[in-house]
């Protein structure tokens, strides 16, 4: 994912999830995420608000939150971005 992009919807006031397990977010997570690990995703859905707001996941590698994203998709979410892994969020 482009990091520009990510970086708008940042900006645009987008809910940043760390879908990584807590003790991973305990040791580093980006500034303003929320942890809601995968596992717990489907269970957290009703707490995610409107579904047209923008959500950036991201996670160690980018594959929990490929997986997520394709979760909210199909969940109705209509602005997700994969951001990829947490050392790929803008600084």
């Known amino acids: 994912m482009a990091g520009s992009n990510v970086r708008d919807k940042i900006k645009a006031g987008a809910k940043i ?3 990584r397990s807590p003790g ?3 040791d580093e997570a980006y500034p303003g995420a929320i942890n809601i ?3 717990i995703l489907p269970s957290k ?3 995610l608000g409107p579904k047209d707001k923008p959500i950036v ?3 160690a ?3 929990r939150s490929a ?3 394709r979760f909210l998709v199909q969940a109705g979410f209509a602005d997700v971005v994969n951001a990829g892994g947490l050392d ?3 600084r």
Request: with cysteine.
């Open 17 to 19: 999830i760390d879908v």
């Open 24 to 26: 991973e977010f305990a």
């Open 37 to 39: 690990p995968l596992n």
């Open 45 to 47: 859905v009703e707490e």
């Open 57 to 59: 996941l991201y996670c």
């Open 61 to 63: 590698s980018g594959a």
């Open 67 to 69: 997986s997520a994203a």
């Open 88 to 90: 790929d969020m803008p």
